[in-house]
């Protein structure tokens, strides 16, 4: 009785009292896959073509065996550098080699910039809170004289102008009380409201404005342009193989009024530096980061941000620049501007122009000179 021999590469009938030794050409490796081509680890040939690999024939020769072989197990790996020796030592496992991801797999595979944000620890530096600390008492004196300036100026009863704080101006002794307010702005998503700062989200409009401020400090009744307190700031960036730096060449920047919230693709920087200047930025990133990784420095000269990646692929640059418009959609869009024309006026009396997809009868007709002959 003839049995089938389950070597991979052979799957020839055999008799079992005739089995010799070179009777069998098979494959004793594991099968290969990488970067569409397909090969034995045992032997060198690849082919992009699956009948093909099915047809490269055996490298050793043995005896017929009618055991089948083992489950295959997956083991994925990043490289098939030296690794012919290994799989031919573990001949009952198929390898799956894993090369560079595409980039149309990237993007569909990139997290969504709408996830939640999270605001990025500080570590604010000794030189820092000494430069703080100067400049409070150099101000101090001015700050003094604006207080009694504004006091004369603000009627009772006039609301703080700080977000969220609800208290009202009852003479020069409120400004000595303690402001909680949010230095964040509002943000309306999806039918969630809720502060940059804080991010305590709430349904409910009345429910977001009753939010206790998530800082302290003074009051403020006369508005300030906001317009005219955010200024540029120059900065720039570099990055390493697991970090990227952004840097802002901001000084004295306050963190108390500061905040840097962050996801895995997008950032927000709101720096409050030399007393009242604020520059404030969004960006989309480049590349992905672990966000529970990342932190701020503050000294008295910069801000850095140090964004762990999230993978150790190279940034071509910090932000994400917009999608371009593809070659299909800009040629829809001519095809919709032509097909938008003035209708042509027609005179009364004037025969209407012939269909262009019929031919007329007097391209087959004789013109006045023609003749015609018998």
Same mark, same amino acid.
């Given at each position: 009785?003839?049995?089938? !021999?389950?070597?991979?590469?052979?799957?020839?009938?055999?008799?079992?009292?005739?089995?010799?030794?070179?009777?069998?050409?098979?494959?004793?490796?594991?099968?290969?896959?990488?970067?569409?081509?397909?090969?034995?680890?045992?032997?060198?040939?690849?082919?992009?073509?699956?009948?093909?690999?099915?047809?490269?024939?055996? !490298?050793?020769?043995?005896?017929?065996?009618?055991?089948?072989?083992?489950?295959?197990?997956?083991?994925?790996?990043?490289?098939?550098?030296?690794?012919?020796?290994?799989?031919?030592?573990?001949?009952?496992?198929?390898?799956?080699?894993?090369?560079?991801?595409?980039?149309?797999?990237?993007?569909?595979?990139?997290?969504?910039?709408?996830?939640?944000?999270?605001?990025?620890?500080?570590?604010?530096?000794?030189?820092?809170?000494?430069?703080?600390?100067?400049?409070?008492?150099?101000?101090?004196?001015?700050?003094?004289?604006?207080?009694?300036?504004?006091?004369?100026?603000?009627?009772?009863?006039?609301?703080?102008?700080?977000?969220?704080?609800?208290?009202?101006?009852?003479?020069?002794?409120?400004?000595?009380?303690? !402001?909680?307010?949010?230095?964040?702005?509002?943000?309306?998503?999806?039918?969630?409201?809720?502060?940059?700062?804080?991010?305590?989200?709430?349904?409910?409009?009345?429910?977001?404005?009753?939010?206790?401020?998530?800082?302290?400090?003074?009051?403020?009744?006369?508005?300030?342009?906001?317009?005219?307190?955010?200024?540029?700031?120059?900065?720039?960036?570099?990055?390493?193989?697991?970090?990227?730096?952004?840097?802002?060449?901001?000084?004295?920047?306050?963190?108390?009024?500061?905040?840097?919230?962050?996801?895995?693709?997008?950032?927000?920087?709101?720096?409050?530096?030399?007393?009242?200047?604020?520059?404030?930025?969004?960006?989309?990133?480049?590349?992905?980061?672990?966000?529970?990784?990342?932190?701020?420095?503050?000294?008295?000269?910069?801000?850095?941000?140090?964004?762990?990646?999230?993978?150790?692929?190279?940034?071509?640059?910090?932000?994400?620049?917009?999608?371009?418009?593809?070659?299909?959609?800009?040629?829809?869009?001519?095809?919709?501007?032509?097909?938008?024309?003035?209708?042509?006026?027609?005179?009364?009396?004037?025969?209407?122009?012939?269909?262009?997809?019929?031919?007329?009868?007097?391209?087959?007709?004789?013109?006045?000179?023609?003749?015609?002959?018998?």
């Amino acid at each position: 009785m003839s049995e089938l !021999c389950y070597n991979r590469g052979c799957g020839q009938s055999f008799q079992s009292l005739s089995n010799t030794d070179g009777d069998c050409v098979y494959h004793p490796g594991a099968p290969i896959f990488h970067d569409a081509l397909k090969g034995w680890s045992c032997c060198r040939k690849r082919t992009t073509d699956f009948a093909e690999f099915l047809e490269i024939p055996g !490298c050793t020769r043995g005896r017929h065996s009618n055991q089948k072989l083992p489950e295959t197990v997956k083991v994925e790996v990043q490289n098939d550098t030296d690794m012919a020796q290994t799989l031919n030592a573990q001949v009952g496992s198929e390898y799956i080699f894993q090369g560079p991801k595409s980039a149309e797999r990237m993007e569909r595979e990139r997290p969504s910039a709408d996830e939640p944000m999270v605001k990025l620890p500080q570590k604010v530096s000794v030189s820092l809170q000494e430069a703080l600390e100067k400049l409070s008492h150099t101000l101090q004196p001015v700050g003094v004289q604006r207080e009694a300036e504004g006091s004369r100026a603000v009627q009772v009863g006039t609301v703080c102008k700080n977000s969220g704080c609800m208290k009202t101006f009852q003479g020069p002794q409120s400004n000595s009380q303690t !402001c909680s307010f949010h230095p964040g702005v509002p943000i309306f998503h999806e039918g969630m409201k809720y502060w940059s700062c804080c991010k305590i989200k709430t349904t409910e409009f009345d429910d977001f404005l009753q939010q206790p401020g998530c800082v302290t400090g003074k009051h403020t009744w006369i508005k300030i342009d906001m317009d005219k307190r955010l200024v540029g700031c120059r900065h720039d960036w570099h990055q390493t193989g697991s970090v990227v730096v952004f840097t802002i060449y901001a000084k004295t920047s306050n963190s108390e009024l500061s905040y840097v919230d962050a996801n895995r693709t997008a950032l927000t920087v709101h720096i409050v530096f030399e007393e009242d200047k604020i520059f404030h930025t969004d960006l989309k990133l480049w590349g992905v980061i672990d966000v529970n990784k990342s932190v701020v420095n503050m000294t008295a000269s910069k801000v850095e941000i140090s964004l762990t990646k999230a993978d150790p692929r190279t940034w071509a640059r910090l932000d994400l620049p917009p999608a371009p418009t593809t070659h299909v959609e800009e040629k829809e869009s001519e095809r919709r501007e032509r097909s938008v024309e003035e209708p042509k006026e027609l005179v009364l009396g004037d025969e209407p122009p012939p269909l262009e997809d019929e031919e007329s009868d007097d391209s087959f007709g004789l013109s006045d000179s023609d003749e015609e002959f018998d």
